[in-house]
């Protein structure tokens, strides 16, 4: 089975430069284009299920990407964003990514370590492929947990593809393969889907 596990789109915070983790902001017009385009490039996919994690801009990006498709779409809580403790809704600086680079993460601010964050979404993830096994699913989540988490199951992609220029940008797609109780990514933050989306809306 695969997990396509995608971030939410663009939000008002990423817009305005703010960190953004365990609190919330709505997404954009653009940002709701950004999951209305994922999701006509993911419509071939067979979905049996969809989950996002309890933030707002997560729930309607994955409402965004269904559209009409019957599926059930469940929230959980261990799919939230890092968090980024006592510098949430702050600027961003270079202090957040320093501390993104970081083992420390956020915990001299209150928030999570680097490691906290990446096994609490690789524990999500298999949590919920254990649960739908042999079926494809749409997992819409975080930037900050998909990076992290990505990391934790195959170290230093992360560093690798920014050197390619390859980022977690919204509404980017990661499909993570999962067989026999292990988890190998096949795509990381991949922006065709998007793409093809941009490409429909654009002449249609």
């Known amino acids: 089975m695969k997990l396509y596990i995608v971030r939410h789109g663009e939000t008002l ?29 993911l419509k071939d996919i067979p979905f049996s299920h969809a989950f996002c994690s309890t933030s707002e801009r997560t729930f309607d990006t994955a409402c965004n990407i269904i559209g009409e ?15 980024f403790g006592s510098i949430e809704g702050d ?34 993830w298999k949590a919920i492929a254990e649960e739908c096994k042999d079926e494809n699913v749409l997992i819409v989540t975080h930037g900050g947990v998909i990076m ?40 990381f933050c991949s922006l065709e889907y998007r793409q093809k989306g941009e490409q429909y ?3 249609s």
Not at 106 to 122: D, L, M
């Open 148 to 187: 992290n988490g990505m990391n934790m199951l195959e170290p230093g992609i992360v560093e690798d593809m920014q050197k390619k220029g390859i980022y977690a940008e919204n509404c980017s797609v990661s499909v993570v393969d999962y067989c026999d109780g292990e988890m190998k990514i096949e795509e």
């Open 91 to 124: 600027a961003m600086s270079d202090v957040f990514m320093q501390c993104m680079r970081n083992e420390g993460g956020f915990a001299k601010f209150g928030g999570e370590t680097i490691e906290e964050a990446g096994n609490r979404a690789v524990n999500a």
């Open 13 to 41: 915070f990423n817009y305005k430069h703010l960190v953004q983790g365990w609190c919330d902001s709505p997404l954009t017009e653009k940002g709701v284009m950004q999951a209305k385009c994922a999701g006509y490039g």
């Open 69 to 83: 498709r019957k599926i059930t779409l469940e929230q959980r809580k261990a799919l939230k964003e890092m968090h």
């Open 201 to 203: 809306y654009a002449i």
